[in-house]
């Protein structure tokens, strides 16, 4: 990278350079997440006239009277939080905002965050007005921001605290590590929460501890999708692994080219071989079967990490092309799965799947018409090499047998079909057990990563019945995301299994309440919140 211009020398645009170490232009040190890693959040009984941040937030239900807390400080402000709750420049709805000097305070600036009418209160919309005050915050370039929350009926305690601490540490996430932010926001370091019921300290900090941990993982998945194809290579993954194995007390495998011919895995070693970026199965382990003698549920995790997909030599079209650097998605939600669990010490024993390989049309590369081998012994006739995700999955789902789990999961930006089906409201779960289907769909519903349920019957597995192998890697234009469902249900064996197609979901094109656009992390919440209620 060449030097930079000499900085204040004319001109009064500022620009704040955030350089980091580059090697060719990419940045090769494992990555430190997105802000929220730094964000501490602080749990406070102590009136709002005290608070300590440079701005001071108050969420607010829908109403005209103020709260009895804020007394103190509507006495400290001359009466003029009383004023805003009675005239129209406030009045509490959802996603309003005010912003005004204050007096008397410490804070240089209070907001008035509203939250709409109380009983339409819930998580999802205390993420997003805590996103929205922390992104707010961050804008008034506070590095030390206060918020006061609302005494609620619901939610309450840890739930509240949780909620909170996902929106503020997701909604304040940018992906900025190769651009010159021009005025970027100040970091926001410290987040202080005060509350406006008693006694509900501990059990809000709980949940503070909770949210935290899972947001942090959150923006971790993020931030390895959102990089660049040709820096989250198999290999790049598999040392990110490593790395977060020295810190988490996770145990990481790393299977490359001659450990894959060694387990057969015709089927990602066939994806891999049109890149010089040679494929990896990434496998990460936490806890163990049994701990002092009682047996504990191993629950396999799997995802999809295509780290990039040109579709090989039936390669796709430009336009969006680019978008398929998140084709590992699937593989950036196990990865940061993996890290919340063992931050949250599940009573669990998981073990976490990540097969990696780039589709690319090399000279080497596999063709239409091939029939590869998988791991199974079950042969693929590949009709289109960008039907590739169930050719790696094949091989990393019956890998996943091998520990002989309770239940398996897979997570994958599998079919563009998905996306016409479902949109990015939810993703889709096929599977072989309904019961754990429906256990999905209820974690999906109470963590705002929302899960939808599509058939996989034998309709779908005639669909893709082989000609000259035993299965066809696509079974047409009718219903693909079943019928790639059904291809994956061929090497699961009798494990209760769900598929989640998170085509639609892991990728946003527009700013989200809590999400910019890129990556979003979908997954991470929506595994932690199945696991950590697991019975
Ligand atoms: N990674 C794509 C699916 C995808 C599309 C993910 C859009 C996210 C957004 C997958 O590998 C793919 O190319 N699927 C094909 C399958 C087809 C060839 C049977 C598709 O959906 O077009
Ligand atoms: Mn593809
Ligand atoms: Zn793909």
Request: charged letters at 25%; one cysteine or more.
């Amino acid at each position: 990278m060449g030097m930079l211009p000499p900085r204040g020398s004319g001109g009064s645009r500022k620009l704040s350079f955030r350089r980091r170490a580059v090697n060719g232009g990419y940045a090769t040190k494992p990555l430190v997440c997105g802000a929220g890693v730094i964000m501490k959040i602080q749990v406070r009984e102590s009136d709002p006239v005290d608070a300590m941040g440079d701005s001071l937030a108050i969420l607010l239900p829908e109403s005209e009277k103020l709260p009895r807390t804020l007394r103190a400080l509507d006495a400290v402000m001359d009466g003029w939080l009383t004023r805003y709750l009675k005239t129209e420049s406030f009045r509490g709805k959802s996603g309003e905002v005010v912003t005004f000097p204050a007096v008397g305070i410490k804070a240089k600036y209070i907001s008035l965050i509203g939250l709409g009418k109380e009983k339409t209160i819930d998580n999802e919309a205390l993420r997003a007005a805590a996103s929205k005050a922390a992104k707010n915050a961050a804008k008034l370039k506070a590095t030390r921001a206060t918020l006061v929350l609302p005494s609620l009926r619901k939610p309450k305690g840890p739930e509240l605290g949780q909620a909170v601490a996902e929106g503020a540490i997701l909604g304040t996430y940018r992906f900025d590590q190769y651009r010159e932010v021009e005025e970027p926001p100040a970091e926001l370091k410290q987040l202080d929460l005060i509350l406006s019921s008693k006694g509900q300290a501990a059990a809000v900090k709980r949940g503070v501890d909770v949210g935290s941990k899972i947001a942090d993982a959150t923006c971790w998945a993020r931030d390895l999708s959102n990089q660049p194809g040709s820096v989250h290579t198999p290999e790049w993954l598999a040392k990110e692994a490593r790395a977060e194995a020295k810190t988490s007390g996770l145990k990481v495998k790393v299977l490359g080219p001659k450990d894959l011919e060694r387990e057969s895995m015709g089927g990602i070693l066939a994806v891999g071989r049109g890149s010089i970026n040679p494929p990896r199965l990434i496998v990460f382990e936490y806890g163990e079967p049994a701990k002092s003698g009682r047996k504990r549920p191993t629950i396999a995790l799997v995802g999809k990490g295509i780290t990039f997909d040109t579709g090989g030599i039936s390669i796709k079209p430009s336009a969006a092309m680019h978008e398929m650097k998140h084709d590992m998605s699937g593989g950036a939600a196990v990865f940061g799965a993996m890290r919340a669990i063992a931050e949250l010490k599940l009573p669990l024993h998981v073990v976490g799947i990540v097969a990696a390989a780039e589709n690319k049309p090399g000279a080497d590369a596999y063709l239409p018409g091939d029939i590869v081998k998988s791991a199974s012994g079950k042969t693929i006739e590949v009709l289109n090499t960008d039907a590739e995700g169930r050719i790696v999955l094949a091989d990393a789902l019956h890998y996943a047998q091998c520990f002989e789990p309770d239940a398996i999961l897979d997570l994958a930006t599998l079919t563009g079909a998905c996306v016409i089906a479902l949109g990015s409201a939810c993703c889709a779960v096929m599977g072989n057990d309904e019961a754990l289907a429906t256990k999905i769909r209820a974690a999906g519903d109470r963590c705002r990563e929302r899960v939808w349920p599509l058939p996989l019957w034998d309709e779908h597995k005639k669909a893709i019945r082989g000609d000259v192998g035993d299965i066809k890697n696509t079974g047409g234009r009718e219903a693909g995301t079943s019928t790639a469902g059904a291809f994956l249900s061929h090497f699961v064996g009798e494990t209760p299994w769900a598929h989640l197609d998170i085509a639609g979901t892991a990728w946003t094109n527009s700013s989200q309440p809590y999400c910019v656009k890129g990556a979003t992390g979908f997954g991470v919440r929506l595994l932690v919140e199945l696991l950590r209620q697991w019975k």
